[in-house]
């Protein structure tokens, strides 16, 4: 990592209060707090480098600000970049967070399934994402993907999967096998992938992650498609 964190120190692009915009907590009000730098390279990403290096006093400071101003929030959303690069600064937040009876939602690239291993229990909401390769143009990450939705049922789970038109068949099949095997009842978000255009505006699009939702259902049983709320809203 460019800047490793400690167990008082981590790099944060931003903490603010919004809708929670993706998957099966659209709508609820989360405190955000967004850590920057990631271990894989999506093509897509869109990932903004203005992080800023805060201790851990100072962020449970803002946390706290922000739940007294525009509070009560549903969670605490732990976002990035990949929050879990940070293991070592989370095994000190997340206690402090539950100190503050606030609950924990992780939204992570579902691929450090052993740093998931050490936090799962501070953890409320795991939101994680699968990652294909035809789509995101880094490796396959199937095997760690496994491995980490495997710990992740332990708790309230769904998986998100943003996809293009390059989405080989093949392969979202065999990403949908492995949620079924462990679950087939673990909720799937089919998400329009954002880049030129918010990919609810591409028909195309929309149709080919319809056929998408027909075929995996034959193996999982709640595939929903849903677009990031935030972005059609001009949310933050
Ligand atoms: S996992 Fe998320 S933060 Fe990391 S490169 Fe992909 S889109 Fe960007």
Redesign the pocket.
Known sequence: MQYPPSADRARISEIFSSLQGEGTHLGERHLFIRFEE?H???T??D?VKTGVEMTLDQVIEEVKRLEALEGPHAFVSLT???PLLYLVFLRSLLPALKNLELKVYLET?GILWQALEDVIGWCDVIAM?M?PASV?GDKNYDSDHRRFLQTAVQKEVFVKMVLSKEIFFTEYENEIRIIADIDPRIPVILQPISSRIEGHDDPELMELLGRLQRNGSQWASNIRIVPRFHKIFNLR
Do not use: L, M, R
Request: some cysteine; proline content about 0%.
């Open positions: 990631c894989i390279q999506c897509y990403c990932e990035g970049g990949e690239n994402d990652k995101t």
